[in-house]
């Protein structure tokens, strides 16, 4: 009779508990990046015991065009733009990620339209923008791709009042 006593009471412990632990305690953490330079996208599921899981990568155009053409040139800067910690019922309870700036703006797909029409010369110009780290321009870049992803995005307009006169009557060219 004791020892039932003595069981019912701990598995009303543990079941009260896990009751109050398991909604509060995070068991794996959603991790996502995104690469500075070219937008391509990374990310996976952190377990509480060091598994790694549901591992996924997005590639864009441009870093496509890295690969390409300089192999051992390709150098990423990936931040993180989530981190999800989840209990287990799936509930999130942690957020935490790092400011990967502007080219968040931008979907890998929105990118890859602009790739498939832009030459050669303009992708590399688009790279080198993104590549540059320059807020503001990269800021301009992107409103004007979710805009006209066809458009010619890379034409300044700090080189001259209009774009159709230029500079003392010359007309802009793409960076």
Known sequence: MRTRRILIFSGLLITITLAILLPVVPVCRDWAFVDRATGSRR???EWCFGWRTGEWYRQTALEDLVRRDRPAGL?????SYAGTGRNVFGGSLVHGHGRPGP????????IDDYCRTASEAEKRRLLEVFASGDAARIREVVGKLRDDPRAD???TS???PSAQGGVLGQKLEPL
Not at 75 to 79: F, P, S
Request: glycine share 10%; no cysteine; charged share 20%.
């Open 75 to 79: 150098q990423q800067d990936w931040v």
């Open 103 to 110: 080219i968040m703006g931008l979907s890998p797909d929105l």
């Open 153 to 155: 995005v890379l034409v």
């Open 158 to 160: 700090e080189l001259a």
């Open 43 to 45: 990310g996976y599921r």
